[in-house]
């Protein structure tokens, strides 16, 4: 059971809230509940009678939408601006935010939706969980700068540093990646996965940012039991040479935004190759044209010269301030 079912669980068995769980779209809602909620409420022996199967005649109950004493779970996708409409909210689970639409048809941010569906209850919780995308383009990103950023520390069981697990301390001989093992950055103690995965049943969790209201957290794949070492190299090592491999690695093991290298530019390249041309225009200006841009409380007029094959040069620029409505505007 993952961290969300585990708290959504405890909602429905010992506090008794409305829920809405938040996902990408309707179809993912509906796998959802069929393949994870489905399964957790048969499995679960506090859960099993408190919420009736969907099929009975009088259970009240729908794929999107179970009742259980004190509360109930809505489940909903974020392309659906009226799921996200109506019954008031305590409790949202925000599930893989960052593929969210921009806005749930022409109503506006969907999580900012579901959080307006908590504003009458004052102990309500909103919980936003994602494999993070793009750099400055990530929701999830975003919400967790703005937290208390708490990384989970690992000691070593050689020196007792304790440090966030970080992808640069893995290590493995030349294109052996199968090999690989972690090197504790304070002592170079060496860690296969048994030592790793020993260390971490003793980490802490440590804020690094003053807490404001919000508790973020991040892992990444290192702190997982399910892979090793050696077969997370194994990934990177066959990904590094393709930016979309990288790409996907980059998000999904290592929990972390991608940044797109494209080619930069230099301003200050750029700016040294003006040229002043004083009074005189170019010999090969053949049509001069002014630009004006109308402002609330200004114009910002361009001059340009142009030339042959579409080739310009900026002659001139000013900004005139005054109002755009007003009568002596008319003749600027």
Same mark, same amino acid.
């Given at each position: 059971?993952?961290?969300?079912?585990?708290?959504?669980?405890?909602?429905?068995?010992?506090?008794?809230?409305?829920?809405?769980?938040?996902?990408?779209?309707?179809?993912?809602?509906?796998?959802?509940?069929?393949?994870?909620?489905?399964?957790? *409420?048969?499995?679960?022996?506090?859960?099993?009678?408190?919420?009736?199967?969907?099929?009975?005649?009088?259970?009240?109950?729908?794929?999107?939408?179970?009742?259980?004493?004190?509360?109930?779970?809505?489940?909903?996708?974020?392309?659906?601006?009226?799921?996200?409409?109506?019954?008031?909210?305590?409790?949202?689970?925000?599930? $893989?935010?960052?593929?969210?639409?921009?806005?749930?048809?022409?109503?506006?941010?969907?999580?900012?939706?579901?959080?307006?569906?908590?504003?009458?209850?004052?102990?309500?919780?909103?919980?936003?969980?994602?494999?993070?995308?793009?750099? %400055?383009?990530?929701?999830?990103?975003?919400?967790?700068?703005?937290?208390?950023?708490?990384?989970?520390?690992?000691?070593?069981?050689?020196?007792?540093?304790?440090?966030?697990? $970080?992808?640069?301390?893995?290590?493995?001989?030349?294109?052996?990646? $199968?090999?690989?093992?972690?090197?504790?950055?304070?002592?170079?103690?060496?860690?296969?996965?048994?030592?790793?995965?020993?260390?971490?049943?003793?980490?802490?969790?440590?804020?690094?940012?003053?807490?404001?209201?919000?508790?973020?957290?991040? !892992?990444?794949? *290192?702190?997982?039991?399910?892979?090793? !070492?050696?077969?997370?190299?194994?990934?990177?090592?066959?990904?590094?040479?393709?930016?979309?491999?990288?790409?996907?690695?980059?998000?999904?093991?290592?929990?972390?935004?991608?940044?797109?290298?494209?080619?930069?530019? %230099?301003?200050?390249?750029?700016?040294?190759?003006?040229?002043?041309?004083?009074?005189?225009?170019?010999?090969?200006?053949?049509?001069?044209?002014?630009?004006?841009?109308?402002?609330? %409380?200004?114009? $910002?007029?361009?001059?340009?010269?142009?030339?042959?094959?579409?080739?310009?040069?900026?002659?001139?620029?000013?900004?005139?301030?005054?109002?755009?409505?007003?009568?002596?505007?008319?003749?600027?």
């Amino acid at each position: 059971m993952d961290s969300r079912n585990h708290r959504l669980c405890c909602n429905e068995n010992r506090i008794g809230s409305p829920i809405l769980v938040l996902q990408p779209t309707l179809d993912k809602a509906q796998a959802f509940s069929k393949d994870r909620l489905a399964t957790m *409420l048969r499995d679960t022996p506090c859960l099993k009678n408190k919420v009736r199967d969907p099929r009975s005649r009088d259970s009240g109950n729908t794929t999107l939408h179970k009742s259980f004493p004190g509360g109930h779970v809505t489940i909903a996708g974020s392309n659906s601006p009226s799921s996200l409409a109506s019954r008031p909210i305590r409790v949202v689970f925000a599930d $893989e935010v960052d593929r969210y639409p921009p806005s749930a048809g022409a109503e506006g941010d969907p999580v900012q939706l579901a959080r307006k569906r908590s504003a009458t209850f004052h102990n309500r919780k909103l919980v936003l969980t994602s494999t993070p995308t793009i750099r %400055d383009a990530s929701r999830i990103e975003t919400a967790y700068d703005a937290s208390d950023r708490r990384r989970y520390l690992v000691p070593c069981g050689d020196c007792g540093e304790a440090h966030a697990l $970080e992808w640069a301390n893995v290590r493995w001989p030349e294109d052996r990646p $199968e090999l690989a093992i972690y090197v504790c950055p304070c002592c170079g103690s060496a860690w296969d996965d048994v030592t790793r995965q020993r260390a971490i049943q003793k980490s802490r969790w440590e804020a690094t940012a003053p807490f404001k209201g919000t508790a973020g957290f991040h !892992l990444s794949g *290192l702190y997982s039991p399910w892979t090793s !070492l050696g077969d997370a190299a194994k990934d990177f090592f066959a990904a590094k040479k393709l930016p979309e491999q990288l790409r996907v690695w980059v998000n999904t093991y290592l929990g972390e935004t991608w940044e797109d290298q494209g080619e930069q530019i %230099d301003d200050t390249s750029v700016a040294d190759r003006r040229e002043d041309w004083g009074d005189n225009l170019p010999d090969d200006v053949v049509l001069i044209t002014c630009g004006v841009d109308v402002q609330d %409380d200004r114009f $910002e007029l361009e001059v340009v010269g142009w030339g042959r094959d579409e080739e310009c040069w900026s002659l001139d620029y000013q900004v005139i301030y005054g109002d755009p409505s007003g009568t002596s505007s008319t003749t600027i």
